[in-house]
């Protein structure tokens, strides 16, 4: 059964630095991986599709690699911005076309 | 272009009571999962839907039902309401000759009292 874990929690950071959150599964026979953003209360956004045949996804100051062999994926947002404050989730689908989610990363970046 | 529409935004139920929330796909998809996420937790696969039929279903009771349109819109319907049904409500669509990245809509709050 295919289990999604994402590390840290929660995670608070001052604006401008750097961050990596992290994704793993464990199994490997996954039909792609999706990162996606949720503000409180609110339905997702999608950030990064990486297909299981790809290494890495980018969109502005997001990067998503993937590492199908290990089961890990990471998302590294660069010089954080407040509006960056939200939850982040992962979510790798099978072969049935299902999307199973961690629980995500609370991410707070403070002025 | 508009995106995954979902409606109502907020429904406050009685235990025991029946509900319905809709939903509608982006243009040009042709399949639509629902799922449902509790306070602090990662959405839950309920079932999916395509060519008007049932394909996949998670983990839920039978009180958990569905039904897709020839327009492709959606429905969820949950019987015998349980305070545990309190979640929100996401819906997603995507279409099978694109590229499968699931797009959601902005969900359904259901509050069970």
């Known amino acids: 059964k295919q289990e999604v874990t994402q590390i840290p929690a929660a995670l608070s950071v001052p604006e401008g630095e750097n961050l990596v959150l992290n994704c793993s599964f464990t199994?490997?026979?996954?039909?792609?991986l999706q990162w996606f953003r949720q503000d409180p209360g609110k339905g997702l956004t999608s950030l990064l599709l990486?297909?299981?045949?790809?290494r890495e996804q980018t969109s502005g100051r997001l990067n998503a690699s993937l590492d199908k062999s290990s089961g890990r994926s990471t998302l590294y947002i660069a010089a954080s911005q407040p509006g960056d404050s939200a939850t982040y989730l992962c979510?790798?689908?099978?072969?049935?076309?299902?999307?199973?989610f961690g629980s995500g990363t609370r991410l707070l970046v403070r002025p | 272009d508009a995106g995954v529409t979902q409606s109502p935004t907020h429904l406050i139920k009685t235990r025991g009571q029946q509900v319905t929330l809709r939903c509608s796909p982006k243009?040009?998809?042709?399949?639509v999962s629902w799922y449902q996420q509790a306070l602090g937790q990662g959405p839950q696969f309920i079932f999916q839907?395509?060519?008007?039929?049932?394909?996949q279903r998670g983990n839920f009771p039978d009180r958990f039902s569905g039904h897709q349109f020839p327009n492709y819109s959606s429905e969820l319907n949950v019987n015998a309401l349980l305070l545990g049904d309190s979640a929100l409500y996401l819906c997603?669509?995507?279409?099978?000759?694109?590229?499968?990245?699931?797009?959601f809509g902005p969900g359904t709050r259901l509050t069970v009292t």
């Open positions: 997603a669509s995507w279409g099978r000759g694109s590229s499968y990245e699931q797009y």
């Open positions: 199994d490997s026979a996954i039909y792609n």
């Open positions: 839907y395509y060519e008007e039929e049932e394909r």
């Open positions: 990486i297909q299981s045949s790809q």
């Open positions: 243009s040009g998809h042709d399949t």
């Open positions: 979510a790798v689908k099978d072969s049935s076309y299902k999307l199973i």
